[in-house]
């Protein structure tokens, strides 16, 4: 994290500390509003259109959660999705009978945009959702393109855009969604912990608003009867970890600083410097396929487990993680691979750190 993050967060604790809870929060009342203002400025929303909620998971499921699925309804989503998204596409579809249509890749990886185009005749369908880039490879999915044909067969499109915020470019207007859940951490660089979710209003007219509905999303007007709060908080819980929330705009306004278009491209450019190195390297096999990639690398290591690999590459100082056939069991089984090493450069690393890391794992 940069160190304004580290600050706005330390600072807020001091204050919890000194003063108390709530006490804190109400001193930081003008902070607290300004993260909405800095996440929307970085997603081209307005800051009615954000809710601030635990985790890019969270945010994501509080969004499936609006619509009420009815048996035979269908799903259409990609095979790259996220790992907890498809379970919990499958839980829906062991508990309430929907019907879950996976969209046929292209030839050289990622969604097809034609193939959702034929999924979307279908009736039945009450949800498009993609993982914008999937967190076991570096791939990027045409989800601009998804949103135009979304919007065209008129089928709400939710994006799965935790390791795209901070990394590339959003606006949601290009994207047409009318939700989209992410992460403060990751590339925005923000803490662990928290993260937001876009809600269009188109979602807010319709009067949409999560199964669990909580105090900070309507008004408890009668004995059996509510009011829906009008903005995006609807999704929202009461209680925050407020430190947390002021981290995120702390790293939401440092990315929109910084320039996304420029730190994004930046990380990408150490990215494919390190595929290239990984190719020519006998015994490693990357496995990143899409027209276009993102600054996560992924390789297979003959003879070696990537959870292996990840703690040998700590102890020589080297951040890295494993994807494993679980996290992604229909791109792994494709691939013909068990895990994966997965290493993200960011922009602040240099191309000598780079080369450092590829003679660490020559080195195993």
Not at 164 to 187: E, H, M, N, Y
Not at 299 to 314: K, N, P, Q
Request: net charge negative.
């Amino acid at each position: 994290m940069p160190s304004p993050v580290v600050e706005a967060m330390t600072t807020h604790i001091v204050r919890e500390a000194t003063v108390g809870g709530y006490e804190a929060a109400d001193d930081a009342e003008s902070d607290i509003e300004g993260t909405y203002d800095a996440v929307g400025n970085l997603i081209n929303a307005a800051a009615r259109n954000v809710a601030v909620v635990e985790n890019a998971t969270v945010a994501f499921f509080q969004a499936l959660s609006a619509f009420d699925f009815e048996p035979g309804d269908e799903l259409v989503t990609s095979r790259n999705d996220y790992v907890s998204n498809q379970l919990a596409y499958l839980s829906l579809a062991q508990r309430r009978g929907l019907v879950i249509r996976r969209a046929d890749d292209l030839p050289g990886g990622g969604v097809d945009p034609d193939s959702v185009r034929t999924l979307l005749r279908s009736p039945k369908v009450r949800l498009l959702a993609i993982t914008w880039v999937p967190t076991n490879s570096g791939l990027i999915q045409p989800v601009e393109a998804i949103g135009r044909i979304a919007e065209e067969a008129g089928v709400p499109y939710l994006i799965d855009a935790c390791q795209a915020a901070g990394q590339l470019p959003i606006d949601v207007a290009r994207l047409r969604c009318d939700f989209l859940s992410a992460t403060a951490r990751k590339f925005l660089r923000g803490p662990r912990g928290i993260g937001f979710l876009y809600v269009s209003d188109r979602v807010l007219q319709r009067g949409m608003f999560p199964l669990y509905l909580d105090m900070r999303g309507g008004a408890w007007k009668a004995a059996d009867s509510f009011e829906l709060f009008p903005d995006a908080r609807r999704f929202e819980n009461w209680e925050f970890p407020y430190a947390l929330v002021l981290g995120l705009g702390a790293a939401a306004r440092y990315a929109a600083q910084a320039g996304v278009h420029l730190t994004g491209a930046r990380a990408r450019e150490l990215a494919e410097q390190l595929r290239t190195s990984l190719r020519a390297m006998p015994g490693f096999r990357v496995l990143d396929r899409g027209n276009e990639l993102a600054a996560i690398v992924t390789a297979e290591i003959a003879g070696r487990h990537a959870t292996d690999v990840v703690r040998s590459l700590r102890e020589r100082g080297i951040n890295s993680s494993a994807s494993i056939r679980e996290y992604a069991v229909i791109d792994m089984d494709e691939k013909r691979a068990t895990s994966a090493i997965r290493l993200s450069p960011h922009y602040f690393n240099t191309s000598e750190e780079i080369a450092q890391a590829v003679d660490v794992l020559k080195s195993l």
